[in-house]
């Protein structure tokens, strides 16, 4: 599915018999997306073959590109030999200034931050050009920029031929497909295990790249992998319109579609005896064609939900005001999870490069048909312009939650799946609805039980009585605790396009106290009322009593009486209420009582 181009511009040797080849040209645009770009080299006149005596010694370049991880560089010879100098490294930095790719270096490119100046570690070993090969030719450097918006320029390629290019190194102690013995397990005490990717969303990334527009959310994402395997999807080669079998190469489905093929995880596994590691692979899922980017995307990898919260700590159990699910990704690496501060978090944890023993394990990454992956350590960033929107039209300005799920159907294999979700307060300003009332009162009896009252017209209700029951829609809900205690209780309330919610700390069963109220009940009459109102109850012994008047709202409104009140029956007549819906509450020592007048 990759557009190919090649640039019409040859570069020549500063000298016809020097060891020093380059392309210095005017500079020349990187396509952006997925447009894989070859700017050749002329070799000419030296040794007509290269190896460990006189061979290939480095290569240095020049490269202007405001998101380096965005790109793909090789290196290819004129018999068609192929070296990845660096797949997809650098975050969210820029550019390649005269960055020299030779084997002893120090550093692999890999775990280098941008902008890349001095000696790297390529990502694959520029030797394996060194193998008696003819030298003289075009030679390409190869760009491929796979993602979209941020475009770059080329600048310069330096080939450098010389005696006793550097061996690669060599490496004992560090996790590779080919070297499993270093590789650690989850669990440490174990030396045969499954290594599982294990996948978490950043907080950072979503806090510093949210903005609203009026009736919408945006936010910027990042799919990180801190699990001791990468995470690797491979096609199956069978496709599918809805549910019927069609050739991969089908272009649209009748529904305007293009078709989707069915994935599977591959997930190694390092053995006790060490070696190369073997791999399973399990179903993972589809992946489709995106049109809009030129590319294959991993299908249904992330949700993303604006709610409000409640007292429940798993924001997944939050009300939902909107949603939207983002259908695809590519899962391309970016930067490491020391890229920036605060990157990583996993339950609470702050993850750095120095606790991820298998960092950078992996062979796949990008946006190909062929297969997509994120390596140990790595992440995956899409910015707010990328679909990660969720529509909200006419909600109202407040306090929300942007809560963000990755994997929401469990179609990939993790070390832990409880680590998949993260909440992100935001304050919307922006926005059109008017604010629903969430204000409630509520009235206690028999020690344990709750009475509750929310009067806003044409809502749906969700109660979180703060003690981990399920949470309840009801209108007005009685509910009983079961242990003695203090509870947060929070409602949300919501009109189909604005959510607000309010809490209040509710005490029930104070050890050691019996109910001191003498009250026996509170009467209205009549009620509805069109005139005036009596309202009456009946004290068993002399005691406090405060006898208020609320709205809808839970605002007090009127003293009808406070202070010490006699045993017997208590009467008061009520000749100036104004027509609407009113709460009337008496408490009485540890004892309340609410009841709901209508005054027509």
Same mark, same amino acid.
């Given at each position: 599915?990759?557009?190919?181009?090649?640039?019409?511009?040859?570069?020549?040797?500063?000298?016809?018999?020097?060891?020093?080849?380059?392309?210095?040209?005017?500079?020349?645009?990187?396509?952006?997306?997925?447009?894989?770009?070859?700017?050749?080299?002329?070799?000419?006149?030296?040794?007509?073959?290269?190896?460990?005596?006189?061979?290939?010694?480095?290569?240095?370049?020049?490269?202007?590109?405001?998101?380096?991880?965005?790109?793909?560089?090789?290196?290819?010879?004129?018999?068609?030999?192929?070296?990845?100098?660096?797949?997809?490294?650098?975050?969210?930095?820029?550019?390649?200034?005269?960055?020299?790719?030779?084997?002893?270096?120090?550093?692999?490119?890999?775990? &280098?931050?941008?902008?890349?100046?001095?000696?790297?570690?390529?990502?694959?070993?520029?030797?394996?050009?060194?193998?008696?090969?003819?030298?003289?030719?075009?030679?390409?450097?190869?760009?491929?920029?796979?993602?979209?918006?941020?475009?770059?320029?080329?600048?310069?390629? #330096?080939?450098?031929?010389?005696?006793?290019?550097?061996?690669?190194?060599?490496?004992?102690?560090?996790?590779?497909?080919?070297?499993?013995?270093?590789?650690?397990?989850?669990?440490?005490?174990?030396?045969?295990?499954?290594?599982?990717?294990?996948?978490?969303?950043?907080?950072?990334?979503?806090?510093?790249?949210?903005?609203?527009?009026?009736?919408?959310?945006?936010?910027?994402?990042?799919?990180?992998?801190?699990?001791?395997?990468?995470?690797?999807?491979?096609?199956? &080669?069978?496709?599918?319109?809805?549910?019927?079998?069609?050739?991969?190469?089908?272009?649209?489905?009748?529904?305007?579609?293009?078709?989707?093929?069915?994935?599977?995880?591959?997930?190694?596994?390092?053995?006790?005896?060490?070696?190369?590691?073997?791999?399973?692979?399990?179903?993972?899922?589809?992946?489709?064609?995106?049109?809009?980017?030129?590319?294959?995307?991993?299908?249904?990898?992330?949700?993303?939900?604006?709610?409000?919260?409640?007292?429940?700590?798993?924001?997944?159990?939050?009300?939902?005001?909107?949603?939207?699910?983002?259908?695809?990704?590519?899962?391309?690496?970016?930067?490491?999870?020391?890229?920036?501060?605060?990157?990583?978090?996993?339950?609470?944890?702050?993850?750095?490069?120095?606790?991820?023993?298998?960092?950078?394990?992996?062979?796949?990454?990008?946006?190909?048909?062929?297969?997509?992956? !994120?390596?140990? &350590?790595?992440?995956?960033?899409?910015?707010?312009?990328? &679909?990660?929107?969720?529509?909200?039209?006419?909600?109202?300005?407040?306090?929300?939650?942007?809560?963000?799920?990755?994997?929401?159907?469990?179609?990939?294999?993790?070390?832990?799946?409880? #680590?998949?979700?993260?909440?992100?307060?935001?304050?919307?300003?922006?926005?059109?609805?008017?604010?629903?009332?969430?204000?409630?009162?509520?009235? !206690?009896?028999?020690?344990?039980?709750?009475?509750?009252?929310?009067?806003?017209?044409?809502?749906?209700?969700?109660?979180?009585?703060?003690?981990?029951?399920?949470?309840?829609?009801?209108?007005?809900?009685?509910?009983?605790?079961?242990?003695?205690?203090?509870?947060?209780?929070?409602?949300?309330?919501?009109?189909?396009?604005?959510?607000?919610?309010?809490?209040?700390?509710?005490?029930?069963?104070?050890?050691?106290?019996?109910?001191?109220?003498?009250?026996?009940?509170?009467?209205?009459?009549?009620?509805?009322?069109?005139?005036?109102?009596?309202?009456?109850?009946? @004290?068993?012994?002399?005691?406090?009593?405060?006898?208020?008047?609320?709205?809808?709202?839970?605002?007090?409104?009127?003293?009808?009486?406070?202070?010490?009140?006699?045993?017997?029956?208590?009467?008061?007549? @009520? #000749?100036? @209420?104004?027509?609407?819906?009113?709460?009337?509450?008496?408490? #009485?020592?540890?004892?309340?009582? !609410?009841?709901?007048?209508?005054?027509?």
């Amino acid at each position: 599915m990759k557009k190919i181009l090649t640039a019409l511009l040859f570069c020549v040797s500063i000298n016809a018999y020097s060891q020093t080849f380059s392309c210095n040209t005017v500079p020349a645009a990187i396509p952006d997306n997925n447009t894989l770009t070859s700017y050749p080299v002329n070799v000419a006149g030296i040794s007509s073959s290269i190896n460990s005596t006189y061979g290939l010694y480095s290569v240095t370049i020049n490269v202007s590109h405001a998101q380096v991880s965005d790109l793909t560089i090789g290196l290819t010879s004129p018999n068609g030999t192929n070296c990845i100098l660096s797949l997809h490294n650098g975050g969210m930095g820029a550019n390649y200034l005269n960055t020299a790719f030779r084997m002893n270096a120090t550093i692999p490119v890999g775990l &280098g931050n941008p902008p890349f100046t001095g000696m790297y570690i390529p990502d694959n070993s520029i030797n394996v050009f060194n193998n008696n090969q003819n030298p003289n030719g075009t030679w390409n450097l190869e760009i491929l920029d796979d993602f979209p918006t941020v475009s770059g320029t080329f600048l310069s390629v #330096n080939l450098y031929f010389a005696n006793n290019p550097p061996p690669d190194p060599v490496i004992t102690n560090v996790c590779a497909l080919t070297n499993a013995a270093p590789c650690k397990c989850k669990d440490t005490t174990q030396t045969d295990c499954d290594l599982f990717p294990d996948l978490i969303v950043s907080a950072k990334v979503i806090r510093d790249g949210w903005n609203e527009a009026t009736g919408s959310v945006s936010m910027s994402n990042a799919v990180i992998n801190i699990g001791s395997g990468p995470v690797e999807m491979k096609p199956t &080669g069978q496709c599918f319109c809805d549910t019927v079998p069609v050739a991969c190469a089908t272009t649209m489905c009748p529904n305007g579609m293009p078709p989707k093929e069915r994935v599977r995880q591959r997930v190694y596994h390092k053995s006790t005896a060490g070696g190369a590691m073997t791999y399973t692979d399990y179903p993972a899922g589809n992946q489709s064609y995106h049109p809009a980017h030129g590319h294959v995307h991993a299908e249904e990898f992330c949700e993303f939900t604006l709610r409000v919260a409640t007292s429940n700590p798993d924001p997944t159990t939050w009300p939902i005001i909107g949603s939207s699910l983002k259908q695809s990704y590519c899962m391309i690496n970016m930067g490491t999870c020391d890229s920036q501060d605060s990157m990583c978090v996993s339950h609470g944890i702050e993850i750095t490069n120095a606790m991820i023993p298998n960092l950078n394990l992996g062979v796949v990454t990008g946006c190909g048909s062929n297969g997509q992956g !994120i390596f140990v &350590g790595r992440y995956d960033l899409y910015g707010a312009g990328f &679909g990660q929107t969720i529509q909200v039209p006419g909600i109202c300005d407040g306090n929300y939650y942007i809560v963000t799920t990755i994997d929401p159907f469990n179609h990939f294999i993790e070390e832990d799946e409880t #680590n998949n979700t993260v909440a992100v307060p935001v304050t919307l300003t922006q926005q059109p609805g008017t604010q629903v009332s969430a204000a409630f009162i509520y009235g !206690i009896s028999g020690g344990m039980t709750v009475g509750f009252f929310n009067y806003t017209p044409n809502v749906t209700r969700t109660w979180d009585f703060g003690d981990g029951t399920p949470l309840t829609t009801a209108s007005y809900p009685i509910h009983t605790y079961t242990t003695p205690g203090t509870y947060l209780v929070t409602l949300t309330v919501f009109d189909g396009t604005c959510a607000s919610s309010s809490s209040q700390y509710v005490t029930v069963g104070l050890t050691g106290i019996s109910e001191t109220g003498t009250v026996n009940d509170l009467v209205i009459s009549p009620n509805p009322a069109s005139d005036a109102v009596t309202i009456s109850f009946q @004290l068993n012994a002399a005691s406090t009593v405060e006898l208020h008047m609320l709205n809808i709202l839970g605002e007090r409104v009127k003293v009808i009486t406070e202070g010490n009140q006699l045993a017997g029956e208590h009467r008061f007549d @009520l #000749n100036d @209420l104004a027509a609407g819906t009113y709460f009337v509450k008496l408490v #009485n020592g540890d004892k309340q009582i !609410i009841k709901k007048l209508i005054k027509l």
